[in-house]
């Protein structure tokens, strides 16, 4: 499985970005697709992840702030509102079907 990040950026404080990833290759279904983060200096954590049931998961630090969704079995989105300094990281796209598969990630920045 390979995981291909989009979206990213830098955005001034209280903005909004998106970050999306698509899984390609040949694999079997993906039972949980979502975000982890990492900051300079700081260990990864988890942002949010969706089960293929629907069922949401979200660090205390982005709920209400954040969205994810699937658009399709292989795709997740991240919709980011009210974008806060604290949330700059590297963002990893995540996937676990029994096996698990990262992305290369992609760089938040909020900064004014």
């Known amino acids: 499985v390979q995981l291909v990040e989009s979206g990213g950026g830098l955005v001034q404080p209280g903005g909004s970005l998106r970050v999306s990833c698509a899984a390609s290759?040949?694999?079997?279904?993906?039972?949980?697709m979502g975000w982890y983060r990492q900051a300079p200096g700081k260990q990864g954590e988890l942002v949010a992840t969706?089960?293929?049931?629907?069922?949401p998961k979200y660090a205390d630090f982005v709920r209400g702030r954040f969205t994810i969704s699937r658009d399709n079995d292989n795709t997740v989105t991240l919709q980011m509102n009210s974008l806060r300094p604290e949330d700059t990281a590297v963002y990893y796209c995540?996937?676990?079907?029994?096996?698990?598969?990262w992305g290369q990630g992609t760089q938040v920045t909020v900064s004014s």
């Open positions: 290759g040949t694999f079997f279904r993906l039972n949980v």
């Open positions: 969706l089960t293929d049931s629907g069922t």
């Open positions: 995540h996937a676990v079907n029994g096996r698990t598969y």
